[in-house]
């Protein structure tokens, strides 16, 4: 299986954006998705990750502002972000495969190749 981020771009502050991830591969769909980023000297962070139960779980700062969703008969999972801020900037990294083991959630294997989403002020 492999994951092909795209959709990024250089949006204003305020303004909304949809990065798309698509599976190729053999594979049904995904078990497990999830979202990260990675700004410039920082480390790689969760954004939002799903489970097939339909449990989704979001970082603190993107919370109620990002949307992650996922459409198997596409093999394609989104990011759908609203109101976005200069500190949204970073590379979005797309997962699949990953599980939740009480409140935390483990990447699976798969990462996505990176899209840069830049917010400018």
């Known amino acids: 299986v492999q994951l092909q981020a795209s959709g990024g771009g250089l949006v204003q502050a305020g303004g909304s954006l949809r990065i798309s991830c698509a599976a190729s591969g053999s594979t049904t769909g995904f078990n497990g998705m999830a979202w990260y980023r990675q700004a410039p000297g920082q480390q790689r962070e969760s954004v939002a990750t799903?489970?097939?139960?339909?449990?989704?779980e979001y970082s603190g700062s993107v919370k109620g502002r990002f949307t992650i969703s996922g459409d198997n008969a596409k093999k394609t999972m989104y990011l759908q972000m609203n109101s976005l801020k200069p500190e949204d900037t970073a590379v979005y990294y797309c997962?699949?495969?990953?599980?939740?083991?009480?409140?935390?959630?483990?990447?699976?294997?798969?990462w996505g190749q990176g899209t840069q989403v830049t917010v400018s002020s």
């Open positions: 997962n699949s495969g990953g599980y939740y083991i009480g409140q935390y959630y483990f990447p699976g294997p798969v």
């Open positions: 799903a489970s097939n139960d339909g449990r989704t």
